[in-house]
């Protein structure tokens, strides 16, 4: 998941933000081969970051929409795993406590 | 897009064992005693305290021992001990903030504790942007958890 810490990786991205591009689009004015490119951008797709669609001999790379799923995915592992830790302190309590009543 | 930001609502519900004050008390006043820091936190590696100040306006917060603060967010709801909201914006700007309600209801003899996180539509042309702070923030987080998870 550190798809992103790479800075070079980071432009990449951040050149798709404005719409999908074929890798050569990518590559201009960047300072690395296109090979180099498309490496990012694999890295990127697997990420879950970035999509592919190929269109007649070209493959377009896009921000993928779905960021937003993997964004929610994430939080409702991050509440099960908060709120199983809040049950699980809140109930000790309760044995220490209850003969405070 | 498949899905708007704004159709997206998080929703959590636990039940426990103790009566509402109880729960209330634990979740807010008490809550470092239970948020897993090491897995949820901007600084996993050096913050080990949380603190969510009680009233509207409060702030809820991580602490390293060196005294360095991370804001999560600020607290909107302040109805102990029925319902506490903050905003929630770890790690990234509060323009960027989402809203967290919790909601605390008798069940039985125990409470039923209920999680609302919602207020993605704000982050607007920002999403793209913000999905890859959190790709790259919670980086850490969940490096750590696969490695708890795998250990």
Not at chain 1, 68 to 89: H, I, N, Q, S
Not at chain 2, 5 to 31: G, L
Not at chain 2, 40 to 55: I, N
Not at chain 2, 81 to 109: I, L, M, N, S
């Amino acid at each position: 998941m550190a798809a992103l810490a790479d800075p070079t990786r980071r432009a990449v991205f951040e050149r798709l933000r404005s719409g999908p591009r074929p890798v050569v689009e990518i590559a201009r004015g960047l300072p690395v081969s296109r090979p180099a490119v498309s490496q990012h951008l694999r890295v990127l797709k697997e990420a879950g970051l970035v999509r592919e669609r190929r269109e007649g001999t070209r493959n377009f790379y896009s921000v993928n929409g779905d960021g937003l799923a993997e964004v929610r995915e994430y939080f409702e592992e991050f509440w099960d795993e908060a709120l199983a830790a809040f049950k699980l302190v809140a109930e000790k309590g309760e044995t220490h406590d209850s003969a405070s009543e | 897009m498949t899905q708007q930001a704004s159709e997206i609502v998080i929703e959590k519900t636990v039940t426990v064992s103790v009566p509402v004050d109880e729960a209330f008390r634990v979740f807010t006043e008490e809550i470092e005693t239970w948020w897993p820091l090491r897995t949820h936190a901007v600084d996993t590696e050096s913050s080990d305290t949380v603190v969510l100040e009680g009233r509207e306006g409060g702030r809820l917060f991580e602490r390293a021992p060196g005294g360095e603060e991370h804001v999560w967010g600020l607290v909107r709801t302040w109805e102990p001990p029925q319902r506490v909201g903050y905003t929630w914006h770890p790690g990234r700007g509060k323009e960027t903030a989402q809203e967290v309600e919790v909601t605390f209801t008798p069940d039985g003899e125990g409470t039923r504790v209920d999680v609302r996180h919602w207020g993605w539509e704000k982050l607007g042309d920002r999403l793209d942007e913000t999905i890859a702070s959190y790709t790259e923030g919670w980086d850490l987080v969940l490096s750590r958890y696969a490695g708890a998870t795998n250990g």
